[in-house]
Nanobody
Framework: QVRLVESGGGMVQPGESLKLSCATS????????MGWYRQAPGKEREWVAL???????RYVDYVKGRFTISRDNTKKSMYLQMNSLKPEDTAVYYC???????????????WGQGTQVTVSS
């Protein structure tokens, strides 16, 4: 059973920083893409950032220059450094991974349970 657990959320003031972590557990042969998504109250879940297994990163335009996604393949973990936070960044942040459970098997995607980020003065 693959599990993802996000941590690092909290309440901060505008301009401050937070670092989210996504830890994985369970039997995983290989992790492909890892990504962060967020869902604000009353809105649909949206993609925020992506890091491939080759270390290529992608960001949605409105977080470029402020957020940095990274991964540690030895720890099978992913991070999101969020700087210069704005009230509009307030949301529940989720991590998602695409994995192989066994060599040559199909790929699956898994989601974490989410961590709340609130940016308010």
């Amino acid at each position: 059973q693959v599990r993802l657990v996000e941590s690092g959320g909290g309440m901060v003031q505008p301009g401050e920083s937070l670092k989210l972590s996504c830890a994985t557990s369970g039997s995983i042969f290989r992790i492909y893409d890892m990504g962060w998504y967020r869902q604000a109250p009353g809105k649909e879940r949206e993609w925020v950032a992506l890091v491939t297994n080759d270390g290529i990163t992608r960001y949605v335009d409105y977080v470029k220059g402020r957020f940095t996604i990274s991964r540690d393949n030895t720890k099978k973990s992913m991070y999101l450094q969020m700087n210069s936070l704005k009230p509009e960044d307030t949301a529940v942040y989720y991590c998602k991974i695409i994995v192989n459970i066994q060599q040559g098997g199909p790929s699956y995607q898994y989601w974490g349970q989410g961590t709340q980020v609130t940016v308010s003065s």
